[in-house]
């Protein structure tokens, strides 16, 4: 069975940190997926990535698929940057090529005060 | 509209009855997926479509659920004599094709009383 851990659960940090949220999955993958879940419920895709580092303004994503795990980073964060942040994989099954629904961790529920 | 669009946006019904929740994905995009989120839970996936292939259902939690989608425009999932385990936010989400970034729709909330 396929497990996505994210950490921490709930981050509040001030405004101008670096933040730093970390995702684990238990199996082997094609895709890992960072989401951005806004207060509202509106989702948002922020990166697909299989390999190595995105970045798009402030948001950094990397992957270490020996590893399984994958860090979201958000530099100089500020207050619009509040909400919650999905990590997704989607996993890749030797016998039947791929399975094509994400399989979703938690969320981590951050908040940057200002 | 350029985006992923759900109707209803809400919806609240009697446990015992049928629902029937709408997406139309981007015009273009040949995957279609749903997800379910429960409150104060994570995004379950449910089910995927993808062109005229045959659809993964592997997600769908009973036989109530089915789904539907005409060739690579509109989808339909309907729930069948819903119970209130049934409440949630159903996503709908779309993609260029299989295997590529998201885009999600606003959501339908279902309430069942």
């Known amino acids: 069975k396929n497990e996505v851990e994210q950490s921490p659960q709930n981050l509040t940090a001030q405004e101008g940190e670096f933040i730093t949220i970390n995702c684990s999955y238990s199996?082997?993958?094609?895709?890992l997926h960072w989401l951005q879940q806004h207060p509202g419920g509106g989702i948002v895709s922020l990166f697909m990535?299989?390999?190595g580092k995105k970045k798009h303004g402030r948001l950094i994503a990397t992957i270490n698929i020996q590893e399984k795990h994958s860090s979201l980073h958000i530099t100089a964060s500020h207050p619009r940057d509040s909400a919650v942040y999905i990590c997704a994989v989607r996993p890749f099954w030797y016998s039947g090529g791929g399975a094509d629904g994400l399989t979703f961790g938690k969320g981590t529920h951050l908040i940057i005060q200002p | 509209g350029a985006g992923v669009s759900q109707s209803p946006s809400n919806k609240v019904t009697e446990k015992g009855k049928d629902v029937e929740l709408r997406c139309d994905p981007i015009s273009g995009h040949t995957a279609l997926y749903w997800y379910r989120q429960r409150l104060g839970q994570g995004l379950e996936f449910l089910i995927y479509?993808?062109?005229?292939?045959?659809?993964?259902k592997s997600g769908l939690p009973s036989d109530r659920f089915s789904a539907e989608r005409t060739g690579e425009s509109v989808s339909t999932l309907t729930i069948q004599r819903t119970q209130q385990e049934d409440s949630a936010v159903y996503l709908c989400a779309s993609s260029l094709k299989g295997n590529q970034p998201q885009h999600f729709g606003d959501g339908t909330r279902l309430s069942i009383l």
């Open positions: 990535l299989s390999s």
């Open positions: 479509f993808q062109g005229n292939s045959a659809p993964d």
């Open positions: 199996v082997g993958i094609s895709a």
